[in-house]
């Protein structure tokens, strides 16, 4: 097996990388991983929630906390000037496919000019070699016909956050065509289509995992909306390794792996919903299950994503089985009840993936 977060271990030490979105779930889980390589991060977010894993793990200890927001233009651009990061990693946006569909204004504000604003911000700070932009598996044309996605496959979004998405990345192939990959200046871009990450600490309710722990706690039924949904999972750790491998690789060669790249589990991880609840209950205890109400936003009930480009020319596999990934899930969870700190269980985590 081929070790990237080895390299990655090396190359992030005392770089100075710039994360927007830093205060969500990915985001936190980022910015402990990037504390345990040695980074110098820089967060670029809206007000944590209340009660999220940013705040629990003490990420104001590990980052350089700015609160802000992507859409106010001079406020992130002072924030990449002052900071001056060698590597940008963008993952703010609204995240959740519901409040999208409820507030079209805000998730195309945020998603659409939230990446604007980013670039033009870029455009004025000279010391960014590379960019990560995290888009999501949704970006695809589905049609709902159990395909499994390649990078060429046609774009398409039909709610307000999966097309909010897709505009993220024909934004960001503008902004590297036009801009910052030319005789003046040669910038690193990327767009990441990345999978259905499950990790410990996620504390917004309407998630599978968190809806699935508070339930067996509360001796509830879990309520599945869709629990036939088709969907690629993933661990939250071999997700960011994979971003942060890109990262590494256009700093030192830009053209050659500024693209887009799927990065998900392998095929013995796109599962159901109903596959996720029944191994959980595995390493932890009976979680009976009902049918809730569907969202008004349409779903597809098929998802899958294809990473032989990732795995053939990237220096990035998965390296967590699923068994493995939702034993992580309890385990943080089972820790957590007994009283372990978060920031603790996170570091432990990221030591044993990191193989500290």
């Known amino acids: 097996m081929r070790h990237a977060n080895k390299e990655n271990l090396k190359f992030y030490k005392n770089k100075r990388v710039f994360v927007t979105g830093h205060t969500g779930f990915k985001g936190a889980w980022l910015c402990a991983m990037l504390h345990e390589m040695g980074a110098d991060v820089t967060g670029y977010s809206l007000t944590p929630d209340k009660g999220c894993l940013f705040e629990k793990i003490n990420g104001k200890e590990k980052v350089n906390s700015i609160i802000g927001d992507v859409q106010d233009y001079q406020s992130l651009k002072k924030a990449i000037l002052d ?17 999208c569909f409820d507030n079209p204004m805000f998730a195309y504000g945020t998603n659409v000019m939230g990446t604007v604003n980013l670039f033009e911000s870029i455009r004025k700070c000279k010391s960014v070699k590379s960019v990560v932009v995290i888009t999501t598996d949704k970006v695809y044309e589905n049609k709902g016909d159990g395909a499994v996605y390649v990078e060429t496959d046609p774009l398409g979004g039909i709610d307000p956050y999966s097309s909010s998405k897709t505009c993220m990345e024909y ?7 036009s801009y910052l990959q030319n005789e003046e200046r040669m910038v ?37 909306r869709n629990p036939h949904q088709t969907r690629p999972w993933q661990s939250v750790l071999d997700a960011l390794n994979g971003y942060l491998t890109i990262g590494r690789l256009m700093y030192d060669e830009p053209l050659k792996y500024s693209s887009q790249w799927n990065i998900g589990p392998t095929l013995d991880g796109i599962k159901d919903v109903l596959w996720v609840v029944n191994s959980m209950q595995e390493h932890y205890a009976n979680a009976e299950y009902v049918v809730g109400e569907t969202f008004d936003v349409k779903e597809s009930k098929t998802l899958g994503l294809d990473i032989s480009k990732s795995l053939m020319k990237l220096d990035w596999e998965p ?38």
């Open 83 to 99: 900071s001056q990061p060698e590597i940008v990693v963008h993952m703010a946006a609204q995240a959740i496919v519901k409040d």
């Open 188 to 224: 690193g871009i990327s767009t990441v289509r990345a999978s259905n990450v499950l990790g410990g600490g996620d504390h917004i309710q309407s998630r599978l995992i968190p809806s699935i722990l508070n339930a067996i706690a509360t001796g509830k039924p879990v309520e599945l």
């Open 171 to 177: 934004i960001t192939d503008t902004y590297k065509r």
């Open 319 to 356: 390296m967590l089985s699923c068994d493995k990934m939702l034993y992580n899930v309890v385990d943080f969870f089972k820790k957590q009840q007994n009283g372990e700190s978060e920031a603790d269980i996170c570091s432990s985590q990221i030591k044993e993936f990191l193989e500290l």
